[in-house]
C-alpha cells in the first residue's frame, strides 16, 4: 500500500540541542527521499533530499539518514536555533505507472529558545 | 516573482457553487502536481501533469474535481458541486523531471484557501 509515517508528530527542544524526526515508508521501489520545512502560514520548501544511492548527506547544520533495508529515513537538526521551528514533512516517491509522492503527516518542531 | 504562483489565494463560496483555481509554475518546469493541504497535515496528493498529459488522479478525488493543463503551462483545477469539506488549502507544485519518477525538486506556490460555508 501507499504508505508513509513519520515520528514524532510534536517535538519540543531546546535551542542548541539536537533534533531528530524518523520517517517510514512503505514501497521498496522508492528511491527519493526528501524533507521539506513548512513556516506557520507559508508554503513548504524542500531543505534537503537523499536519493537511494547513498546512506546519509549533510547540508550544515541538517543531514538525512537513509535505511533502504529497514525502509527508513531521519532528519537531524544540530545546534537547533528559534527559526528551526516549524512543520516538517518527509516524502517518498511511489512507483506505480508513473511517479507520485507522498507526503508524511508532518513533525511540528518548536526551539524553545 | 520568477516562483508558482496560484490565484487566487483565498476563496469564500457557498456549498453546491464552483470555483475554479489556477496555478502557473515555473516557467521551465515540465511537471506540475496539485495537492490539498488541511490543517495539521501533510499536503495529499491529488494529480499531477507531465507537460499538458495528466498521468495521475488520486483514488480519493470524487468527479468533482478536475483538472486541466491544456498548453503544457499554467493549469486549472476545478471543484463542482462544492462541499464543506471541500474546505482547505489547495497548493501547486512544480519540477523540471529529467526522466521518469518524481526524482526533483517540487517548488510549491503559496496556495488558495477554500472555504466552503
Known amino acids: 500500500g501507499e504508505n508513509v509515517e513519520q515520528h514524532p508528530s510534536t517535538l519540543s527542544v531546546q535551542e542548541g540541542d539536537s533534533a531528530v524526526i524518523k520517517c517510514t515508508y512503505s514501497?521498496?521501489?522508492?528511491?527519493?527521499f526528501p524533507w521539506y520545512k513548512q513556516e506557520l502560514g507559508k508554503r513548504p520548501q524542500l531543505i534537503i533530499d537523499?536519493?537511494?544511492?547513498?546512506g546519509e548527506k549533510k547540508d550544515q547544520r541538517i543531514a538525512v539518514t537513509l535505511n533502504k533495508t529497514a525502509k527508513h529515513f531521519s532528519l537531524h537538526i544540530t545546534e537547533t536555533q528559534p527559526e528551526d521551528s516549524a512543520v516538517y514533512f518527509c516524502?517518498?516517491?511511489?512507483?506505480?505507472?508513473?511517479?507520485?509522492?507522498?507526503f508524511g503527516p508532518g513533525t511540528s518542531l518548536s526551539v524553545i529558545p | 516573482d520568477t516562483g508558482v504562483s496560484q490565484d487566487p489565494r483565498h476563496k469564500i463560496t457557498k456549498r453546491g457553487q464552483n470555483v475554479t483555481f489556477r496555478c502557473d509554475p515555473i516557467?521551465?518546469?515540465?511537471?506540475l502536481y496539485w495537492y490539498r493541504q488541511t490543517l495539521g497535515q501533510g499536503p495529499e496528493f491529488l494529480t499531477y501533469?507531465?507537460?499538458?498529459?495528466?498521468?495521475?488522479k488520486s483514488r480519493l478525488l470524487s468527479d468533482r474535481f478536475s483538472a486541466e493543463r491544456p498548453k503544457g503551462s499554467f493549469s486549472t483545477l476545478e471543484i463542482q458541486r462544492t462541499e464543506q469539506g471541500d474546505s482547505a488549502m489547495y497548493l501547486c507544485?512544480?519540477?523540471?523531471?529529467?526522466?521518469?519518477?518524481?526524482?526533483?525538486?517540487?517548488?510549491f506556490g503559496p496556495g488558495t484557501r477554500l472555504t466552503v460555508l
Open positions: 507544485a512544480s519540477s523540471l523531471a529529467l526522466g521518469t519518477g518524481s526524482r526533483d525538486e517540487q517548488f
Open positions: 514501497d521498496s521501489a522508492s528511491n527519493y
Open positions: 537523499i536519493r537511494s544511492n547513498v
Open positions: 516524502a517518498a516517491p511511489l512507483k506505480t505507472s508513473y511517479d507520485k509522492v507522498i
Open positions: 516557467s521551465e518546469h515540465n511537471r
Open positions: 501533469f507531465q507537460n499538458e498529459a495528466q498521468l495521475e
